[in-house]
């Protein structure tokens, strides 16, 4: 149904001809959605600048006020550039594009970053573009990310959800978070990333996810 091949982050082949393990970042992995739409997903660059605005502005004002906690159409450059400043290790992101979609548009990402100090705890955030959601794009996602997180030794993710966000507290939910409090109508929720993988792993229901885990997971 999917795979995994060596396509690199601007979607040019890379063939690996030799014995060396391919990096987690240079694994770009072909599904499908729940109803059948391709896509793709692979880490997110510095280079996806644009297509992260792109994608922002294609949220509904909903669904940026969710995820952003603002409505605003166009968000500050702080805030973009810190969306693109990722490192693979203190900041780790997936994206996905609809590969049978004309241009190949950017339809959703997630986000892990560590906190200050170097730790093994991180915060965790998702997105996915208003057409596409509830089509289980939003939890192969995040499969990528905890397989990813695991890498680079994140053990933990906070998760801050307005309380209002009924579909995001399920989403975390059903990956085994803990609710730890909450303040000012938010939500906070700890997600542990070796559970949140296993709970994935026996969603047998989510061929998509299970097409992720086959693909960076190996035979796990």
């Not at 280079?47 to 603002?70: H, N, T």
């Not at 794009?137 to 309380?163: P, Q, T, Y």
Request: hydrophobic share 45%; net charge negative; with cysteine.
């Amino acid at each position: 149904m999917g795979g995994a091949d060596g396509e690199d982050a601007g979607g040019q082949a890379g063939r690996h001809t030799g014995a060396r393990p391919r990096r987690i970042d240079e694994i770009a992995v072909h599904s499908t959605l729940n109803d059948g739409t391709a896509v793709w997903l692979r880490t997110i660059t510095p280079d996806d600048e644009e297509l992260l605005r792109d994608g922002i502005a294609r949220l509904s004002a909903e669904s940026r006020y969710l995820r952003f906690f603002s409505p605003a159409r166009e968000l500050p450059p702080a805030v973009i550039e810190r969306l693109v400043d990722v490192d693979g290790h203190d900041h780790i992101a997936w994206g996905a594009i609809c590969s049978e979609c004309p241009g190949w548009p950017a339809i959703g990402a997630v986000h892990a970053v560590r906190h200050r100090g170097g730790g093994p705890v991180g915060e965790f955030s998702v997105a996915v573009i208003d057409e596409f959601q509830g089509r289980g794009l939003a939890r192969m996602m995040a499969a990528a990310l905890l397989v990813d997180c695991r890498a680079a030794g994140l053990v933990e993710l906070d998760v801050h959800i307005l309380s209002e966000n009924a579909a995001a507290k399920r989403l975390v939910k059903s990956m085994g978070a803990v609710w730890t409090g909450e303040s000012a109508g938010v939500a906070e929720y700890c997600l542990d990333v070796e559970g949140a993988l296993a709970a994935l792993r026996a969603d047998r229901d989510a061929p998509g996810v299970q097409d992720v885990l086959r693909a960076l997971e190996g035979g796990e």
